[in-house]
């Protein structure tokens, strides 16, 4: 057991993490994948737009009909039709031709301008004048201007925005691959904890870090289980986990994770035969008692049972491995943004550990003050009061006040 | 019809929002609280904890009984029990004495500070030595520490994060009051316009906005609905307006907002008894032929039909129209978070108009550098590119390479 305790620091657990592979593909409809994380190198199948469109309503020329026009010396030119929307030109436009033509209408074949309605005044239902010279494109959305057939458009591993399922619409792909949610098993324990419903009697503590964590999966893009609370029993332990693990890619231990007398995580991890504990102590504060194991090929994160200690481990550790196993590409992104803030105040830290603060932000002249937040990790309120979380490196004795700092943010 | 046509500003649309009322509140569950706008004001029924706890194993004490206590000196204890996790101490702790608890238990009375387990060892099972001098409140937490009954926890208006929903867990609320989620019709328009599956025609374009706009509205927290494609005629856009109002809370028209010769939408609008125009026409770029529109109480928007001047005005009014109808208190909430950058080109602008500029973020040693990317209006790609806009204001003739800007991000 002894070598467990070695603490591990965060990037050695992260380092960890790469033995675990993203999920299998689904194929969803375009409809169901916003948000989804990209399975496969999508590549234009072909032009959009697929011919020359106007972007204003007017009339399609040849561009050099109008070179010199102005409104002292209009061009004058024949009106030979319009294009309705949606259809295709009938005839080639010849030189001294123009027809009229509405905004996204199709340019026919030899035109290659046009001129705003704006600048032009027809005589009669035969003749235009233009007022004004149009260079040739002016006005014209060209064929794979917006993108062209065969390039990349996204690799493997992206999450799709709202503005990428736009252009996906636009190309026809009514079908993609994403890689499926992870289904989240979270797991309860102490024979203090009762359900949240439940009234409580003098010692009770209501289980409120197993709402928090599903939370947490949500916005991490998975599918939370919460599947009650195990008492401290190695046995009760057994049987929960058997019945989890073929239902789901992740399991979470909510306060199963300390060196308290009654912990019985690691020795029911251990009593399935292909597991392995990877790490028992994380070198964090708060979050030192974690653990990460793996049974059979699933993962198993085994957090603190103080709420900030939880909370904050599932951001550092859980989000970046529900990011493996969804599919998505870099830790960075699993982190989410980034705010560029200076510390209020100075904080302490120790030497060969890593602290992460939580910081309230408070706007500034220039860059915002990021207010950290400090009480014991037993509170939740800490967190209820944090915009985001700084991290104290390994090798430093703490931040000054003034310091830069990145502030990773808390999401909905 | 003329007045229509004097632009507003976007602070000018954005006050006239103030008009739209949020939605009715719902009682949900807490499991399904995460991520939704809460609608009433809410206020600690307890203290959290409801008891002082120990945050570390070992033993409960008097603190003045370990006063001077050493490794040298140890202070000499008589064990009197154990507290179970989650029973209450079945006595109170008198001066000399001491209880044994684990992580999470509940003090006796008497007891004010605990003694970790690693500065005790028992002599036998009475009798323990304590190695270390603890100070009142030493490893406790006290009761209320967290969350004092009575004060405010959350007001209306915010939405909920995860560990807003574990502080509500651990208080034991199990049912809250949220404001209905916005249902939003999308309809678009256009004949040249074509359901995303078909296979297009010459001169047609898939209907890709709508896929975009859902997209956005799901991002937003509404609720999207696709109500196909209208053909350019007033009865179409008539009878799909009436078909729509009352499964809806907001009407999206995609593309009906034009001056070309084809745009029925005003006069649809203006066929329902109690309609009012608001807004025809923003000083803004992309976007001017925004529509705002009421009809009943319902609020009705308008988007241009290019690609990307549909997707701005979404972010820019409809995700504040969206926070009106939701319940959020500030439009601020709504455009969601901004990243201070530095901007990398010189940007051209016109006085009396707003630009918002689609950039991208490319990092730099202090501040990140703001790439604009810059393209027709009518290109997704350019969207595609952006990490987020950076807003030009009203009354300056552009920015200036160098200038510091917030760059709003787009979301996922």
Request: hydrophobic share 45%.
């Amino acid at each position: 057991m002894k070598d467990f305790f070695k603490l591990k620091t965060i990037s050695e657990v992260l380092a960890r993490l790469g033995r675990f592979a993203a999920l299998e593909p689904e194929s969803v409809p375009l409809s169901q994948a916003h948000g989804r994380i990209l399975a496969e190198d999508l590549v234009a199948a072909e032009d959009l737009p697929q011919f020359h469109r106007t972007v204003v309503d007017g009339f399609a020329v040849q561009a050099q009909d109008t070179f010199g026009a102005s409104p002292g010396t209009p061009a004058l030119l024949q009106v030979v039709g319009e294009i309705g929307m949606g259809e295709a030109a009938a005839q080639p436009l010849r030189l001294g031709e123009t027809v009229r033509i509405a905004t996204g209408g199709m340019l026919p074949p030899g035109a290659d301008a046009v001129v705003m309605i704006e600048y032009t005044q027809e005589l009669d239902s035969h003749s235009l004048e233009v007022f004004r010279t149009v260079a040739p494109l002016e006005n014209v959305l060209q064929q794979g201007e917006d993108v062209r057939a065969g390039v990349p458009l996204f690799p493997a591993g992206v999450r799709l925005r709202p503005q990428d399922i736009g252009l996906l619409a636009a190309l026809g792909v009514t079908q993609l691959k994403v890689y499926r949610r992870p289904r989240v098993a979270i797991i309860s324990t102490g024979d203090e904890i009762v359900p949240f419903e439940s009234p409580l009697r003098p010692g009770q503590m209501r289980d409120s870090n197993a709402y928090a964590l599903a939370a947490q999966v949500e916005s991490a893009g998975g599918e939370p289980c919460r599947r009650g609370i195990v008492p401290d029993q190695l046995n009760a332990w057994q049987e929960q986990l058997a019945a989890a693990l073929p239902e789901s890619d992740l399991i979470l231990l909510s306060g199963g994770s300390s060196v308290g007398t009654r912990d019985w995580s690691i020795a029911a991890i251990q009593s399935f035969p292909e597991s392995q504990i990877l790490v028992h102590g994380v070198a964090v504060s708060p979050g030192k008692p974690t653990i990460l194991a793996v049974i059979g090929n699933k993962p198993l994160l085994g957090l603190p049972g103080h709420p900030a200690s939880a909370m904050i481990i599932m951001e550092v550790i859980g989000r970046p491995l529900l990011a493996r196993l969804g599919g998505l590409k870099s830790v960075e992104a699993s982190w989410g943004q980034t705010i560029t803030a200076r510390l209020s105040r100075n904080l302490a830290s120790s030497l060969g550990r890593e602290d992460f603060v939580r910081v309230r932000l408070r706007s500034a002249a220039d860059l915002p003050w990021a207010d950290p937040i400090l009480g014991k990790s037993g509170l939740i309120s800490t967190l209820v009061k944090a915009d985001g979380w700084v991290q104290i490196p390994l090798h430093t004795e703490g931040l000054e006040k003034g310091e830069i700092v990145e502030v990773h943010l808390f999401r909905p």
